[in-house]
């Protein structure tokens, strides 16, 4: 089927169309302004969704759990939208795809959508696109979007501006459990999953785990849960601390919260990125910058200052075009 940019392929996708979803999650990753366009069709319908972040190192069984979690929520009538965000090709720039490939028991149902992205370059263990297609999931109709993390270490806190709910997972023989600790997770974790359960070592990572949160933040433990995902053990569990959580954040009205922090770093980090994209696209700007970093390699310059004036100028040159425009 074919659609026009716009309030048709909005319209599709708000009745339900998968294609058309399809489409649009391409367009905003391309970046095109297409897509910008549909998610401002959609953006009433964005905000009933539950969001959960699913992060940890790599191996500790993270898209096992979102495929067993995502069956145990169909099984009791919920839709599912699966954001895998999976490292980039080397080649092309696209997601590798792994994380889909694990998930391909669920892959069928017609319940569940699932969209591996690419981080392309992007720190943080997501995709720039994720916010975006985490609302275009939201505007479908899921009731819930779960958004699975590249697993790069140190740099997976930036999943808490994405979801409601970050879980964090760790597995008892990755030798991870302190390091992860010591990288910034216990500070964003609203639940703690240690997967593979069934095998040695689980009792003394939750020790260390409840002796890191003791020693080493002000925060309480938050709810340690046991799963072995391969074999469905825990996962009911696990399902339920992970929705206990929401309805603590709705009872004691943090939710509205949480998400315009959410909302407010969204918008900040929007705008740096169409400040960066000026100073490199716009060649009069560009050839501007090349010439004040020579100046500040001369000596003759702070970085700061540039920076500065580069914001006013990137400011001065869009009032130009809008000017023209208008």
Known sequence: MCYTV?????????????????????????????????????????????????????????????????????RSGQTVGIVAVDPSSPFTGGALLGDRIRMSGIGLDPGIFIRSMATRG??????????????????????????????????????????DTTVVILSPESGDGVQAMKSGLMEIADVIVINKADRPGADALEMQIRSSYELSTSRTAPDILRTAAQTGTGVAEAAAGIEAHARRLESEGALRDHRARRLRFRIARLVEDAIAESLHTDPALSAWLDGQVEAVLSGSRLPAAVAREALQRVGETRRRVAARQG
Not at 37 to 57: F, H, K, N, Q, W
Not at 123 to 134: N, S
């Open 6 to 74: 716009g309030m048709d392929l909005a319209s599709a996708i708000a009745s339900g169309d998968r294609r058309a979803l399809s489409r649009a999650i391409t367009l905003v990753e391309n970046h095109e302004p297409e897509g910008q366009s549909v998610l401002e069709d959609l953006y009433g319908r964005v905000g009933r969704a539950r969001r959960i972040g699913i992060t940890g190192p790599p191996g500790v069984g993270k898209s096992t759990l979102v495929a067993a979690l995502a069956a145990h929520w169909r």
């Open 122 to 163: 992007a720190l943080g263990g997501l995709a720039r696109a994720t916010y975006d297609v985490c609302d275009l999931l939201d505007a479908f109709g899921k009731d819930l979007v779960l958004v699975e993390t590249v697993g790069v270490g140190q740099s997976e806190i930036e999943i808490v501006r994405v979801t």
